[in-house]
């Protein structure tokens, strides 16, 4: 019951009262200058937030080209979603069994240019299945990762699904 009904209800429960009026009611009643003092408030409840259609919408994550090697496959990976992940939409099947950073079973290395580089990219946990001179080295695991930038990475074993 809302508001109104509830003042409604509340009003046709006075009239109807078989108890004695209060004392307030007579002297209401008997004292006109003091009933003009008294006043009946009831609310409405507010209306609900209008939608703001103009509002800026939630920016898109930013994305990533990563290039397989020897395939020359490539594919947009969003910075919120792992590299295993992101290659699966675009129909690339990557090895992966676990998908949690711990099998090992998706490792593969970025190629740059030169000596090896770190790869630019994310983990979701602290330490996964890598040594720090892994990291180091360039290699990662694409379950667990986000990328950071433009990667190319040697990934052999990668079919079309
Ligand atoms: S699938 Fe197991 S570590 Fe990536």
Redesign the pocket.
Known sequence: MGPSAFIVSCRRASRTSNRRPRVTNRLLTSLPWISNLHTVDSFTPDPPPSVDSAAPAAPEPHRYRVTLLPSGWQFDAPADVPL?LAAQAAGIKLP????????????CRVQSAGDPAPASVAYRIEW??LSRDEKAEGWL????SYARADLTIDAPDAALC
């Open positions: 295993l992966s069994l676990c998908r949690n950073g711990t099998c090992r079973a998706c490792l996964p299945g695991l694409p379950c667990c």
